[in-house]
Protein backbone atom coordinates (compact mmCIF):
# COMPACT_ATOMS: atom_id res chain seq x y z
CA UNK A 1 0.00 0.00 0.00
CA UNK A 2 2.08 2.68 -1.13
CA UNK A 3 0.57 6.25 0.23
CA UNK A 4 -1.02 9.29 -1.18
CA UNK A 5 1.80 11.48 0.41
CA UNK A 6 4.07 9.41 -1.87
CA UNK A 7 2.33 9.63 -5.18
CA UNK A 8 2.04 13.22 -4.40
CA UNK A 9 5.30 13.81 -3.00
CA UNK A 10 6.95 11.89 -6.40
CA UNK A 11 4.78 14.88 -8.33
CA UNK A 12 6.31 17.59 -6.09
CA UNK A 13 9.80 16.10 -6.66
CA UNK A 14 9.32 15.73 -9.74
CA UNK A 15 8.83 19.60 -10.45
CA UNK A 16 10.76 21.00 -7.54
CA UNK A 17 14.48 20.26 -7.22
CA UNK A 18 14.51 21.41 -3.18
CA UNK A 19 12.00 18.65 -2.24
CA UNK A 20 14.50 15.57 -1.88
CA UNK A 21 13.02 14.62 1.61
CA UNK A 22 11.70 11.66 2.62
CA UNK A 23 7.85 12.17 2.18
CA UNK A 24 6.24 11.74 5.59
CA UNK A 25 4.09 8.76 5.95
CA UNK A 26 0.45 9.46 6.16
CA UNK A 27 -2.36 6.68 6.66
CA UNK A 28 -4.13 6.39 2.95
CA UNK A 29 -7.48 6.36 2.72
CA UNK A 30 -9.18 2.91 0.85
CA UNK A 31 -10.17 4.58 -2.37
CA UNK A 32 -6.57 6.58 -2.53
CA UNK A 33 -4.67 3.69 -1.87
CA UNK A 34 -3.23 2.01 -4.86
CA UNK A 35 -3.60 -1.64 -5.23
CA UNK A 36 -0.56 -3.75 -3.91
CA UNK A 37 -1.31 -7.46 -3.51
CA UNK A 38 0.27 -9.66 -1.43
CA UNK A 39 1.90 -11.27 -4.43
CA UNK A 40 3.82 -8.34 -4.76
CA UNK A 41 5.79 -8.85 -1.77
CA UNK A 42 9.45 -9.42 -1.91
CA UNK A 43 9.90 -13.22 -1.33
CA UNK A 44 6.71 -14.46 -2.08
CA UNK A 45 5.98 -16.67 -4.62
CA UNK A 46 2.89 -17.88 -5.99
CA UNK A 47 2.58 -20.80 -3.80
CA UNK A 48 3.12 -18.52 -0.78
CA UNK A 49 0.81 -16.05 -1.92
CA UNK A 50 -1.70 -18.95 -2.20
CA UNK A 51 -1.06 -20.16 1.49
CA UNK A 52 -1.55 -16.87 2.86
CA UNK A 53 -4.62 -16.78 0.35
CA UNK A 54 -5.92 -19.54 2.26
CA UNK A 55 -5.43 -18.92 5.54
CA UNK A 56 -7.15 -15.62 4.77
CA UNK A 57 -4.75 -12.69 4.42
CA UNK A 58 -5.16 -11.35 1.13
CA UNK A 59 -4.42 -7.54 2.03
CA UNK A 60 -0.98 -6.26 3.23
CA UNK A 61 -2.19 -4.59 6.73
CA UNK A 62 -3.89 -7.79 7.61
CA UNK A 63 -0.54 -9.41 7.24
CA UNK A 64 1.83 -6.41 8.93
CA UNK A 65 -0.04 -6.76 12.34
CA UNK A 66 0.54 -10.57 12.72
CA UNK A 67 3.05 -12.37 15.04
CA UNK A 68 5.64 -14.45 13.11
CA UNK A 69 4.36 -17.19 15.38
CA UNK A 70 1.05 -16.98 14.61
CA UNK A 71 1.06 -16.21 11.17
CA UNK A 72 3.35 -19.16 10.81
CA UNK A 73 0.67 -21.38 12.34
CA UNK A 74 -1.93 -19.94 10.48
CA UNK A 75 -0.74 -20.01 6.92
CA UNK A 76 2.13 -22.95 8.08
CA UNK A 77 4.82 -21.27 6.94
CA UNK A 78 8.48 -21.38 8.80
CA UNK A 79 8.66 -18.23 11.33
CA UNK A 80 11.71 -17.17 9.18
CA UNK A 81 9.44 -16.97 6.39
CA UNK A 82 6.94 -15.53 8.34
CA UNK A 83 9.07 -12.96 9.78
CA UNK A 84 10.29 -11.50 6.28
CA UNK A 85 6.81 -11.49 4.98
CA UNK A 86 5.46 -9.18 8.06
CA UNK A 87 8.63 -6.93 7.70
CA UNK A 88 7.99 -6.27 3.99
CA UNK A 89 4.46 -6.01 4.32
CA UNK A 90 4.97 -3.76 7.26
CA UNK A 91 7.07 -1.16 4.97
CA UNK A 92 4.82 -1.47 1.71
CA UNK A 93 1.74 -0.93 4.35
CA UNK A 94 3.39 1.72 5.53
CA UNK A 95 2.41 1.78 9.62
CA UNK A 96 5.38 1.01 10.57
CA UNK A 97 6.07 4.20 11.93
CA UNK A 98 4.34 6.82 13.70
CA UNK A 99 2.01 9.33 11.89
CA UNK A 100 0.53 12.67 12.39
CA UNK A 101 -2.39 14.31 14.15
CA UNK A 102 -4.24 15.32 11.02
CA UNK A 103 -3.73 11.70 9.41
CA UNK A 104 -5.15 10.46 12.40
CA UNK A 105 -7.67 12.69 12.04
CA UNK A 106 -7.98 11.65 8.25
CA UNK A 107 -8.35 8.12 9.77
CA UNK A 108 -11.31 9.39 12.38
CA UNK A 109 -13.29 11.05 9.60
CA UNK A 110 -13.80 7.67 7.99
CA UNK A 111 -15.54 6.55 11.23
CA UNK A 112 -19.18 5.68 10.65
CA UNK A 113 -21.97 5.29 12.75
CA UNK A 114 -24.89 3.16 12.91
CA UNK A 115 -28.42 4.43 13.80
CA UNK A 116 -29.92 2.37 16.68
CA UNK A 117 -33.35 3.64 15.38
CA UNK A 118 -33.94 5.24 18.87
CA UNK A 119 -33.23 8.70 19.45
CA UNK A 120 -32.06 8.75 23.46
CA UNK A 121 -29.61 5.95 22.49
CA UNK A 122 -28.02 7.43 19.63
CA UNK A 123 -27.74 10.81 21.74
CA UNK A 124 -26.38 9.12 24.91
CA UNK A 125 -23.52 7.87 21.53
CA UNK A 126 -23.05 11.32 20.01
CA UNK A 127 -25.24 9.85 17.07
CA UNK A 128 -24.99 6.16 17.23
CA UNK A 129 -22.53 3.37 17.14
CA UNK A 130 -18.90 4.17 15.88
CA UNK A 131 -16.83 2.06 13.35
CA UNK A 132 -13.23 1.50 14.30
CA UNK A 133 -14.61 0.82 17.81
CA UNK A 134 -15.24 -2.14 20.07
CA UNK A 135 -18.69 -1.99 22.22
CA UNK A 136 -19.20 -3.89 25.16
CA UNK A 137 -23.02 -3.95 26.20
CA UNK A 138 -23.22 -5.69 29.98
CA UNK A 139 -26.24 -6.08 32.29
CA UNK A 140 -28.13 -9.30 34.19
CA UNK A 141 -29.78 -11.88 32.31
CA UNK A 142 -33.20 -10.73 30.34
CA UNK A 143 -31.66 -6.78 30.35
CA UNK A 144 -31.89 -7.07 26.49
CA UNK A 145 -28.45 -7.27 25.48
CA UNK A 146 -29.01 -9.90 22.74
CA UNK A 147 -32.04 -7.73 21.60
CA UNK A 148 -29.48 -5.02 21.03
CA UNK A 149 -27.25 -7.76 18.76
CA UNK A 150 -30.33 -8.45 17.21
CA UNK A 151 -31.80 -4.73 16.30
CA UNK A 152 -28.42 -3.68 15.72
CA UNK A 153 -27.46 -6.42 13.25
CA UNK A 154 -31.02 -5.53 11.28
CA UNK A 155 -30.21 -2.31 11.42
CA UNK A 156 -26.55 -2.41 9.32
CA UNK A 157 -28.25 -3.95 6.64
CA UNK A 158 -30.18 -0.36 5.99
CA UNK A 159 -28.68 1.88 3.31
CA UNK A 160 -26.70 4.57 4.60
CA UNK A 161 -29.45 7.14 4.25
CA UNK A 162 -31.24 6.07 6.95
CA UNK A 163 -28.63 5.23 9.35
CA UNK A 164 -27.39 2.26 8.15
CA UNK A 165 -24.35 0.74 6.85
CA UNK A 166 -25.72 -1.08 3.97
CA UNK A 167 -23.39 -4.13 5.32
CA UNK A 168 -23.10 -7.58 6.01
CA UNK A 169 -23.20 -8.87 9.62
CA UNK A 170 -20.87 -11.38 11.43
CA UNK A 171 -22.55 -13.13 14.47
CA UNK A 172 -20.75 -15.31 16.79
CA UNK A 173 -23.50 -16.96 19.16
CA UNK A 174 -21.93 -18.82 22.27
CA UNK A 175 -25.29 -19.55 24.19
CA UNK A 176 -27.81 -20.13 21.17
CA UNK A 177 -29.79 -17.17 21.49
CA UNK A 178 -29.71 -16.71 17.87
CA UNK A 179 -33.27 -16.16 16.55
CA UNK A 180 -33.93 -15.71 12.99
CA UNK A 181 -37.75 -15.14 13.65
CA UNK A 182 -36.85 -12.20 15.86
CA UNK A 183 -34.61 -10.77 13.18
CA UNK A 184 -37.94 -11.21 10.44
CA UNK A 185 -39.98 -9.34 13.27
CA UNK A 186 -37.51 -6.68 13.62
CA UNK A 187 -37.05 -6.60 9.82
CA UNK A 188 -41.09 -6.41 9.35
CA UNK A 189 -40.91 -3.60 11.95
CA UNK A 190 -39.10 -1.45 9.28
CA UNK A 191 -40.87 -2.74 6.10
CA UNK A 192 -38.51 -4.57 5.18
CA UNK A 193 -37.93 -7.55 3.05
CA UNK A 194 -37.32 -10.37 5.96
CA UNK A 195 -35.02 -12.80 3.70
CA UNK A 196 -33.30 -10.05 2.37
CA UNK A 197 -32.03 -8.67 5.44
CA UNK A 198 -31.28 -12.53 7.03
CA UNK A 199 -29.01 -12.93 4.20
CA UNK A 200 -26.43 -10.89 4.98
CA UNK A 201 -26.31 -11.89 8.95
CA UNK A 202 -23.84 -14.43 8.88
CA UNK A 203 -23.84 -16.61 11.94
CA UNK A 204 -22.16 -19.17 13.81
CA UNK A 205 -22.50 -20.97 16.94
CA UNK A 206 -19.11 -21.09 19.06
CA UNK A 207 -19.00 -24.43 20.94
CA UNK A 208 -16.53 -23.63 23.50
CA UNK A 209 -13.94 -20.73 23.84
CA UNK A 210 -10.98 -22.47 21.71
CA UNK A 211 -14.03 -22.40 18.65
CA UNK A 212 -15.26 -18.82 19.70
CA UNK A 213 -10.98 -17.67 18.81
CA UNK A 214 -11.03 -19.92 15.71
CA UNK A 215 -14.39 -18.42 14.34
CA UNK A 216 -12.23 -15.12 14.02
CA UNK A 217 -10.39 -16.40 11.81
CA UNK A 218 -13.14 -17.88 9.81
CA UNK A 219 -14.77 -14.40 9.42
CA UNK A 220 -11.69 -13.24 7.62
CA UNK A 221 -11.40 -16.16 5.41
CA UNK A 222 -15.33 -15.68 4.37
CA UNK A 223 -15.10 -11.76 4.43
CA UNK A 224 -13.87 -11.70 0.67
CA UNK A 225 -16.82 -10.17 -1.50
CA UNK A 226 -18.91 -9.12 1.69
CA UNK A 227 -18.74 -5.26 2.90
CA UNK A 228 -18.01 -6.38 6.47
CA UNK A 229 -19.54 -3.84 8.80
CA UNK A 230 -20.74 -5.43 11.90
CA UNK A 231 -19.28 -8.34 14.20
CA UNK A 232 -20.99 -9.72 17.39
CA UNK A 233 -20.00 -11.51 20.00
CA UNK A 234 -23.23 -12.79 22.31
CA UNK A 235 -21.91 -13.85 24.58
CA UNK A 236 -17.77 -12.60 24.41
CA UNK A 237 -17.42 -14.51 27.88
CA UNK A 238 -19.77 -16.90 28.81
CA UNK A 239 -17.50 -19.72 27.34
CA UNK A 240 -14.42 -18.59 28.83
CA UNK A 241 -16.10 -18.28 32.11
CA UNK A 242 -17.68 -21.47 32.54
CA UNK A 243 -13.79 -23.18 31.57
CA UNK A 244 -10.93 -20.92 33.13
CA UNK A 245 -12.53 -22.06 36.97
CA UNK A 246 -10.48 -20.79 39.83
CA UNK A 247 -8.23 -17.97 40.74
CA UNK A 248 -5.44 -20.63 39.67
CA UNK A 249 -6.81 -20.17 35.95
CA UNK A 250 -7.17 -16.49 36.21
CA UNK A 251 -4.45 -15.38 34.50
CA UNK A 252 -4.44 -17.92 32.02
CA UNK A 253 -8.15 -16.52 31.14
CA UNK A 254 -7.24 -13.01 31.06
CA UNK A 255 -4.79 -13.68 28.70
CA UNK A 256 -6.86 -15.70 25.95
CA UNK A 257 -9.48 -13.11 26.20
CA UNK A 258 -6.94 -10.26 25.91
CA UNK A 259 -6.01 -12.31 22.23
CA UNK A 260 -9.69 -12.88 21.35
CA UNK A 261 -10.13 -9.17 22.04
CA UNK A 262 -6.91 -8.05 19.94
CA UNK A 263 -8.36 -10.09 17.19
CA UNK A 264 -11.52 -8.93 17.00
CA UNK A 265 -10.35 -5.10 17.34
CA UNK A 266 -8.09 -5.97 13.91
CA UNK A 267 -11.36 -6.73 12.04
CA UNK A 268 -12.97 -3.62 13.40
CA UNK A 269 -10.15 -1.83 11.62
CA UNK A 270 -9.27 -3.67 8.60
CA UNK A 271 -12.94 -2.90 7.71
CA UNK A 272 -13.75 0.17 9.47
CA UNK A 273 -16.05 -2.30 10.68
CA UNK A 274 -18.20 -2.49 14.71
CA UNK A 275 -17.20 -4.84 16.50
CA UNK A 276 -20.26 -5.30 19.28
CA UNK A 277 -19.83 -7.66 22.49
CA UNK A 278 -22.16 -8.97 25.42
CA UNK A 279 -21.01 -9.64 28.87
CA UNK A 280 -22.67 -10.52 32.03
CA UNK A 281 -22.24 -9.29 35.05
CA UNK A 282 -20.84 -10.87 38.17
CA UNK A 283 -23.83 -13.09 39.58
CA UNK A 284 -22.04 -13.90 43.28
CA UNK A 285 -21.90 -10.58 45.57
CA UNK A 286 -19.23 -11.93 47.48
CA UNK A 287 -15.12 -10.58 48.08
CA UNK A 288 -14.57 -13.25 45.37
CA UNK A 289 -16.47 -12.52 42.62
CA UNK A 290 -16.69 -8.73 42.98
CA UNK A 291 -19.44 -6.74 42.81
CA UNK A 292 -23.05 -7.54 41.08
CA UNK A 293 -23.16 -4.93 38.83
CA UNK A 294 -19.81 -5.11 37.34
CA UNK A 295 -18.99 -6.52 34.30
CA UNK A 296 -16.96 -9.67 33.95
CA UNK A 297 -13.34 -9.73 32.16
CA UNK A 298 -11.89 -7.32 34.37
CA UNK A 299 -9.06 -4.92 32.90
CA UNK A 300 -8.60 -6.54 29.72
CA UNK A 301 -12.36 -6.00 28.65
CA UNK A 302 -12.36 -2.42 30.22
CA UNK A 303 -9.19 -1.57 28.41
CA UNK A 304 -10.27 -3.03 25.16
CA UNK A 305 -13.60 -1.20 24.49
CA UNK A 306 -14.22 1.60 23.27
CA UNK A 307 -17.55 1.97 24.88
CA UNK A 308 -19.24 0.30 27.44
CA UNK A 309 -23.03 0.39 27.80
CA UNK A 310 -24.57 -0.95 30.91
CA UNK A 311 -28.37 -2.09 30.55
CA UNK A 312 -30.81 -2.76 33.53
CA UNK A 313 -34.56 -2.98 33.27
CA UNK A 314 -36.98 -0.53 34.79
CA UNK A 315 -40.76 -0.55 35.85
CA UNK A 316 -43.61 -0.70 33.14
CA UNK A 317 -41.18 -2.61 30.60
CA UNK A 318 -38.83 0.34 30.49
CA UNK A 319 -35.35 -0.52 30.08
CA UNK A 320 -32.10 1.62 30.86
CA UNK A 321 -28.78 2.23 29.02
CA UNK A 322 -26.02 3.98 30.88
CA UNK A 323 -22.72 5.16 28.90
CA UNK A 324 -19.97 4.33 31.26
CA UNK A 325 -16.20 5.56 30.82
CA UNK A 326 -16.61 6.94 27.25
CA UNK A 327 -13.25 8.34 25.68
CA UNK A 328 -15.20 11.64 24.52
CA UNK A 329 -18.41 11.21 25.47
CA UNK A 330 -20.11 12.37 28.76
CA UNK A 331 -21.65 9.58 31.03
CA UNK A 332 -24.89 9.29 30.74
CA UNK A 333 -28.52 7.44 30.81
CA UNK A 334 -31.11 6.74 28.32
CA UNK A 335 -34.64 4.99 28.35
CA UNK A 336 -35.89 3.02 25.73
CA UNK A 337 -38.41 0.15 24.97
CA UNK A 338 -38.15 -3.23 23.82
CA UNK A 339 -41.71 -3.94 21.38
CA UNK A 340 -42.56 -6.84 19.41
CA UNK A 341 -41.12 -4.30 16.14
CA UNK A 342 -37.30 -4.10 18.11
CA UNK A 343 -36.36 -1.30 20.14
CA UNK A 344 -38.16 1.78 20.54
CA UNK A 345 -37.99 5.17 21.99
P1 LIG B 1 -28.96 -13.11 28.93
O1 LIG B 1 -28.41 -13.47 27.59
O2 LIG B 1 -29.78 -14.20 29.53
O3 LIG B 1 -27.91 -12.63 29.89
O4 LIG B 1 -30.00 -11.91 28.73
P2 LIG B 1 -30.00 -10.72 27.68
O5 LIG B 1 -29.50 -9.51 28.34
O6 LIG B 1 -29.40 -11.14 26.43
O7 LIG B 1 -31.55 -10.51 27.47
P3 LIG B 1 -32.36 -10.55 26.13
O8 LIG B 1 -31.80 -9.57 25.17
O9 LIG B 1 -32.52 -11.93 25.69
O10 LIG B 1 -33.73 -9.93 26.61
C1 LIG B 1 -34.85 -10.73 26.83
C2 LIG B 1 -35.99 -9.79 27.09
O11 LIG B 1 -36.27 -9.06 25.90
C3 LIG B 1 -37.24 -10.52 27.42
O12 LIG B 1 -37.34 -10.71 28.81
C4 LIG B 1 -38.29 -9.57 26.93
O13 LIG B 1 -38.57 -8.63 27.93
C5 LIG B 1 -37.64 -8.85 25.79
N1 LIG B 1 -38.14 -9.37 24.52
C6 LIG B 1 -37.59 -10.33 23.77
N2 LIG B 1 -38.35 -10.58 22.69
C7 LIG B 1 -39.40 -9.75 22.77
C8 LIG B 1 -40.53 -9.51 21.94
O14 LIG B 1 -40.75 -10.13 20.91
N3 LIG B 1 -41.40 -8.55 22.34
C9 LIG B 1 -41.19 -7.84 23.47
N4 LIG B 1 -42.09 -6.91 23.81
N5 LIG B 1 -40.16 -8.04 24.27
C10 LIG B 1 -39.27 -8.98 23.92
MG1 LIG C 1 -28.49 -12.87 25.75
Given at each position: MATKSKKKAKIEIENNEDLQEEPLAVMPTEDEAPEVK???????GPATAEKLREAGFDDLLALAVMSPGDLADQAELGEAVATKIIGAAKKMANIGGFVSGDALLERRREVLKLSSKVQSIDDLLGGGFETQALVEVYGAFGSGKTQIGHQLAVNCTLPMSEGGFDGDVFYIDTEDTFRPERITQMARGYGLDPDAVLSRIHVARAYNSAHQMLLVDEIKRM??????KMIIVDSLTSHFRAEYIGRGMLANRQQKLNRHLKDLKQLADINNALVLVTNQVHSKPDAMWGDPTKPIGGHVLAHASTFRLYLRKAKAGRRIARLVDSPNLPDGECVYQVTQEGLRD
Open positions: IDDLPGVSKGLNV
